[in-house]
Nanobody
Framework: QVQLVESGGGLVQPGGSLRLSCAAS????????VHWYRQTPGKQREFVAY???????NYADSVRGRFTISRDNAKNTVYLQMNSLKPEDTAVYYC????????WGQGTQVTVSS
């Protein structure tokens, strides 16, 4: 069983930055891949980025060049650095871990508004 806790969301103005954290209850090294997804009301959950245990990363076209996913193995935490935020980035952001199963966090709200 893997528990994930997201944090770092909040209200930010367009052009601003936020860093989301996804803290895992197990060693990040034992998790094959960690994804970030986001969801707005009435829409399906949308892929944002992932990082594998070997450090391979990938991003959705809508965030590439603005968001950076990284991890700190010592803290069992994966981060999502979000820069140049736009109103359309407003969503609840979730992390997902693929290990012995698929595990989701509870989500953290990001609101980009002036």
């Amino acid at each position: 069983q893997v528990q994930l806790v997201e944090s770092g969301g909040g209200l930010v103005q367009p052009g601003g930055s936020l860093r989301l954290s996804c803290a895992a209850s197990v060693s990040i090294g034992s998790i094959y891949v960690v994804h970030w997804y986001r969801q707005t009301p009435g829409k399906q959950r949308e892929f944002v980025a992932y990082i594998t245990s070997s450090g391979t990363t990938n991003y959705a076209d809508s965030v590439r060049g603005r968001f950076t996913i990284s991890r700190d193995n010592a803290k069992n935490t994966v981060y999502l650095q979000m820069n140049s935020l736009k109103p359309e980035d407003t969503a609840v952001y979730y992390c997902r871990a693929s290990a012995s199963g698929i595990y989701w966090g509870q989500g953290t709200q990001v609101t980009v508004s002036s």
